[in-house]
């Protein structure tokens, strides 16, 4: 295992969705210092996500068969911390979007071409775990990072803070270039065709279900502070309940590390499960601290378990065009992030706050539905199934 090129990429994954969290949480110390309003700061985090979008499949496609990999992941840290020095430097919000707009193509790359170069670099028996330390980082980055750079921004500015992500994407450049093995381009990563990616049976229903466990996600994530004024628990239980997501999310991603190699199929769908389940006891059992803090430790740990499972499936059902299918998923899954957001704020004004974790069960109970219905071709049973009677 090649764990140094791992923990790298690992930390680009941290600074990369540590930059994708971050201006919300420093969002009234930018609309203060930028002189707009509250709202209009908003668009910083909507055109991160509609830069990547619009850009992920195209430019992976344009670039895959002319950029060694490892230069491309180079490239993308340089892009992470010239973004970040560029919206630190900003004077204006149209120049700070300009910022994150160069920000989200470096996003999209990243997860773009992240992870078929992990599935080349590790043994193919252990793609589970592989998958597992990189994607620890996103955890990291919402249990810790954001955090962190919210807290140094309400100390210093929020200048600081993306200086500081700036900083730590350089220092990451440096650490690519020495510790990333390089990558010979293949016959297939040259020509990687979403068209053809399409047609492997199994891509369409993980492109599905991945992105609508997301949405479900974020539905509920993103206001999770009514969920908890409505519930009648302090206002504290925010940060807490968001801390908690992050940290089980490392648990559960330890946990897919060790299962997602033998026992993918039955693990995804135990772990849907008790995401349903906890969505649906959450506006019944969360009026309490404990309740509060075990369902949210239930959810988080399978919203970080559902990244790696649902990684390798993709690259298995891709096939020879597994970073085409990869590439897919980069866009569908923040599709599902951003109507996710939309769909939580619909369904607030339909049954409120209390009943929202409800609203967010039924897509989940949905993707619940698509990967019991993939058995076949795209959540196949692993290793240690095949041998048993499978689900």
């Known amino acids: 295992m090649p764990w140094a090129a791992l923990l790298v990429l690992a930390a680009l994954g941290f600074t990369a969705v540590t930059t994708e969290l971050l201006p919300a949480g420093l969002l009234p110390q930018i609309s203060h210092d930028l002189g707009v309003g509250e709202s209009a700061v908003g668009s910083l985090t909507a055109a991160y996500a509609v830069v990547i979008v619009v850009t992920a499949v195209p430019l992976s496609k344009f670039l895959a068969g002319r950029v060694p990999r490892k230069r491309l992941l180079v490239s993308v840290v340089v892009l992470f911390a010239l973004s970040n020095v560029l919206l630190a430097l900003s004077p204006q919000l149209a120049f700070a979007v300009g910022a994150r707009l160069l920000g989200g193509v470096a996003h999209g790359l990243l997860w773009s071409s992240m992870a078929p170069y992990v599935a080349r670099i590790v043994p193919a028996e252990a793609m589970g775990r592989g998958m597992a330390v990189v994607f620890s980082g996103n955890s990291i980055a919402m249990a810790v990072g954001a955090p962190l750079g919210t807290l140094l921004g309400g100390i210093m500015s929020w200048?600081?803070?993306?200086?500081?992500?700036?900083?730590?994407?350089?220092?990451?450049?440096?650490?690519?270039?020495?510790?990333?093995?390089?990558?010979?381009?293949?016959?297939?990563?040259?020509?990687?065709?979403i068209r053809m990616a399409i047609r492997q049976p199994g891509v369409v229903a993980v492109a599905t279900a991945w992105p609508l466990m997301l949405f479900a996600h974020f539905a509920l994530f993103t206001y999770i502070a009514l969920f908890v004024r409505a519930v009648g628990l302090p206002e504290a239980g925010t940060g807490i309940s968001l801390s908690m997501v992050g940290v089980a999310g490392l648990l559960g991603i330890w946990a897919a590390g060790l299962t997602a190699d033998r026992f993918p199929r039955r693990s995804l769908l135990v772990t849907i499960a008790v995401i349903v389940i906890a969505f649906c006891l959450m506006p019944f059992l969360a009026a309490t601290w404990f309740g509060l803090l075990g369902l949210t430790a239930a959810w988080g740990a399978g919203v970080g378990a559902l990244g790696i499972y649902n990684q390798a499936a993709i690259l298995r059902a891709g096939r020879d065009h597994g970073e085409a299918a990869n590439g897919l998923t980069v866009v569908t899954i923040q599709l599902g992030i951003t109507l996710g957001a939309w769909y939580g704020a619909a369904a607030l004004g339909v049954v409120g706050a209390q009943l929202l974790p409800l609203a967010a069960a039924l897509p989940a109970a949905a993707a619940l539905a698509i990967t019991f219905a993939g058995r076949r071709h795209a959540y196949a049973p692993g290793p240690g199934e095949r041998q048993q009677r499978s689900l």
């Open 159 to 193: 200048r600081t803070s993306f200086l500081v992500l700036a900083g730590i994407a350089a220092v990451l450049g440096v650490l690519a270039m020495r510790l990333l093995p390089p990558l010979p381009l293949t016959g297939a990563a040259a020509r990687p065709s």
